[in-house]
């Protein structure tokens, strides 16, 4: 790039050197020429494009015409300035700053988000200002972006476990209760760390001292089982009454009600509920209540005894897993009759 100026620079010398042998006159003609020749290709190019050296050699050429003499090149004035900008950049640099406040380092980041995440009643001044301890002076503003961005809650938020977490921590001591057919009721109690189904009565007239009696029979049926459940989840249903729950909480176990509108919240008996309608009642026709007392007995003997659960590696709630066969495996089909 720089030979390339030094030789424009070297051929207009020699030609302005060439120009001082020759008459004014043959001097003006060329002139009028060139201009006519100038004014054609414009008409003929849309945009030139000079390199570089092209430029320099126009800037440094064009201080020594007149005003009028500037307005007929084929550039504009603001032009001119522009190319003389960047050959003063190209000679005084300097480092830029980009506008607004340096980016937080990436260190910092990562700390400030692993306080947030191990220490769940810490608000986001807190952090900032353990941050300040270490010897990392950022914002509690920016500490306070770096937890939304990464979708943290407050403090208040995140101090409590999450519904699923709590399910998960206490799955051996819950008992989940539900109504599975609405009429007539049948009354359905889930195990949730054992996933297993106990189907406590139907009946087409449900009344609160008929369900409290059916939560008797399932505590007779528990027996000393009863005492390892700390807590029994159920929505706000009409049926259950306060003589329901006393027959739990006599037994030391706390009643969880489920918000309103809020299936998700007693999500396994539900899921026990949908099983039964998408399985079994969509499939055949209900002949009296007897046939409906029976149906979901033979589906909870099913869910119980056969059904395998991801959750439980694949085992059911009341029959391990055989051991690895070996060779071919005869399959032999039994229909269940409900």
């Not at 020749?37 to 800037?59: E, G, K």
């Not at 769940?120 to 010897?135: D, F, H, M, N």
């Amino acid at each position: 790039m720089a030979l390339r100026l030094l030789y424009l620079i070297f051929v207009r010398l020699a030609g302005w050197l060439v120009l001082l042998g020759r008459s004014q006159r043959s001097k003006d003609a060329e002139i009028l020429v060139l201009r006519h020749q100038l004014a054609v290709l414009r008409r003929q190019v849309a945009r030139p494009r000079p390199s570089w050296a092209d430029r320099a050699v126009i800037s440094a050429l064009a201080r020594l015409l007149s005003p009028a003499g500037r307005r007929r090149l084929f550039v504009t004035p603001g032009t001119l300035l522009c190319w003389h900008a960047d050959l003063v950049r190209r000679c005084w640099t300097f480092k830029r700053r980009s506008p607004g406040r340096p980016r937080t380092r990436a260190s910092v980041r990562t700390l400030a988000l692993r306080l947030a995440r191990e220490n769940p009643l810490w608000g986001y001044r807190r952090i900032a200002g353990e941050l300040a301890s270490l010897g990392c002076r950022v914002g509690a503003s920016t500490v306070w972006l770096l937890l939304k961005k990464e979708g943290i809650d407050p403090a208040p938020r995140r101090a409590g476990p999450t519904w699923s977490e709590f399910l998960r921590a206490q799955a051996e001591g819950i008992l989940a209760c539900d109504c599975a057919v609405p009429t007539p009721v049948c009354l359905v109690v889930m195990e949730i760390g054992s996933r297993r189904v106990h189907v406590l009565g139907v009946t087409g007239h449900p009344t609160g001292p008929w369900v409290a009696q059916q939560a008797r029979n399932l505590m007779i049926e528990l027996g000393d089982r009863g005492e390892g459940f700390r807590f029994l989840i159920r929505d706000r249903d009409a049926k259950f009454t306060a003589m329901f729950d006393e027959v739990f909480t006599a037994a030391g176990i706390r009643i969880l009600k489920c918000p309103s509108r809020a299936p998700r919240a007693n999500a396994f008996a539900e899921r026990w509920i949908g099983g039964l309608r998408r399985e079994v009642l969509d499939r055949i026709l209900i002949v009296n209540v007897r046939h409906l007392r029976r149906v979901p007995a033979a589906h909870e003997t099913h869910f119980n005894e056969h059904r395998p659960h991801r959750s439980l590696g694949q085992v059911a709630p009341l029959r391990a897993l055989p051991d690895p066969a070996e060779g071919d495996v005869k399959v032999i089909r039994r229909d269940r009759h409900c």
